[in-house]
Nanobody
Framework: DVQLVESGGGSVQAGGSLTLSCTAS????????VGWFRQAPGKEREGITA??????????ADSVKGRFTISQDNAKPVNTLILQMNSLKPEDTAMCYC??????????????????????WGQGTQVTVS
């Protein structure tokens, strides 16, 4: 079974930084795009970034481009996905989820993450920017 476990959320002032981590296991890395989506209260899901099945191609939503960086380390027994978030804004406040979507590119994954019926995701970690 695919398992995704997020950590690293918290509260920060505007302009600050946070690093989110996700341990991912139970899937074939070369068949999935992995990444992050977020959901603020009363709003729809937003796919914000993903890494493609090649482990190198990345995609970012315009809202986070230039501020957030995704990376992964699959040399370990489990894949570790990292999201470095810099220059945080109050509008970045949301529950952030690690996600894995099969058989799509990184760019396609951002769209698929908006659909609750697509892929797998973890329990989420809260990011609050004031």
């Amino acid at each position: 079974d695919v398992q995704l476990v997020e950590s690293g959320g918290g509260s920060v002032q505007a302009g600050g930084s946070l690093t989110l981590s996700c341990t991912a296991s139970g899937y074939t890395y070369s068949m999935f795009s992995v990444g992050w989506f977020r959901q603020a209260p009363g709003k729809e899901r937003e796919g914000i970034t993903a890494i493609g099945p090649d482990g190198a191609t990345t995609s970012y939503a315009d809202s986070v481009k230039g501020r957030f960086t995704i990376s992964q380390d699959n040399a370990k027994p489990v894949n570790t996905l990292i999201l470095q978030m810099n220059s945080l804004k109050p509008e970045d406040t949301a529950m952030c989820y690690c996600a894995a979507v099969p058989r799509v590119t990184a760019t396609q994954a951002l769209a698929f993450m908006r659909d609750p019926g697509s892929g797998y995701w973890g329990q989420g970690t809260q990011v609050t920017v004031s």
